[in-house]
T-cell receptor, first 111, second 115 residues
Framework: GQNIDQPTEMTATEGAIVQINCTYQ??????LFWYQQHAGEAPTFLSY????GLEEKGRFSSFLSRSKGYSYLLLKELQMKDSASYLC????????????FGTGTRLQVFP | DAGVTQSPTHLIKTRGQQVTLRCSPK?????VSWYQQALGQGPQFIFQ???????QRGNFPDRFSGHQFPNYSSELNVNALLLGDSALYLC??????????????FGPGTRLLVL
């Protein structure tokens, strides 16, 4: 089967660092995406990993370990505007046309 | 450069009715995917259109159908609406490179409420 697990909710303080984990068990693997979604809005693309390792993009970094079926999104220097849901999505190796999403992690940043 | 656009933004229907949602992809994109997102859940893949054909389909009944036009825009049709069809319907556009889709970019969504 296909399963993607993320924590449901997380809280953090402005200026801090937070790590959002994602584990997956899918029939195949061809890349992992992270999207940010503010309440009532569309998901916006944050990062893409297909090889093992860390991809850094400004305050956001994403890590992938294919052997462990594991990824994390690291947010540094948190700002209030980072309060949102963070969606982990896997692209299936055999059905490269669709993304399989987790339920998302709702992050609340407090002052 | 316009991003992905969807219409309408909100819609209220009653059970048994039919609805058509519309999507225009980002400029230069040739592929449109449709997702359903229930409250508090991640998006669920409905189907994808490329070259005016349905390429892949998720676990959705035949009441969900679609179409892609020569200008790459797309429609999602849902017949015989059920209360459980109430959700945010997201359109994502991408460009196909070889066997793969590049990153999918989402539109603002259509929020459908079925009463």
């Amino acid at each position: 089967g296909q399963n993607i697990d993320q924590p449901t909710e997380m809280t953090a303080t402005e200026g801090a660092i937070v790590q959002i984990n994602c584990t997956y068990q899918t029939s195949g693997f061809n890349g992992l995406f992270w999207y940010q979604q503010h309440a009532g809005e569309a998901p916006t693309f944050l990062s893409y990993n297909v090889l093992d390792g860390l991809e850094e993009k400004g305050r956001f970094s994403s890590f992938l370990s294919r052997s462990k079926g594991y990824s994390y999104l690291l947010l540094k220097e948190l700002q209030m505007k980072d309060s949102a849901s963070y969606l982990c999505a896997v692209r299936d190796q055999y059905n490269t046309d669709k993304l399989i999403f987790g339920t998302g992690t709702r992050l609340q940043v407090f002052p | 450069d316009a991003g992905v656009t969807q219409s309408p933004t909100h819609l209220i229907k009653t059970r048994g009715q039919q609805v058509t949602l519309r999507c225009s992809p980002k400029s230069g994109h040739d592929t449109v995917s449709w997702y359903q997102q229930a409250l508090g859940q991640g998006p669920q893949f409905i189907f994808q259109y490329y070259e005016e054909e349905e390429r892949q389909r998720g676990n959705f009944p035949d009441r969900f159908s679609g179409h892609q036009f020569p200008n790459y825009s797309s429609e999602l049709n849902v017949n015989a609406l059920l209360l459980g069809d109430s959700a945010l319907y997201l359109c994502a556009s991408s460009i196909r490179t070889g066997p793969y889709q590049e990153t999918q970019y989402f539109g603002p969504g259509t929020r459908l409420l079925v009463l």
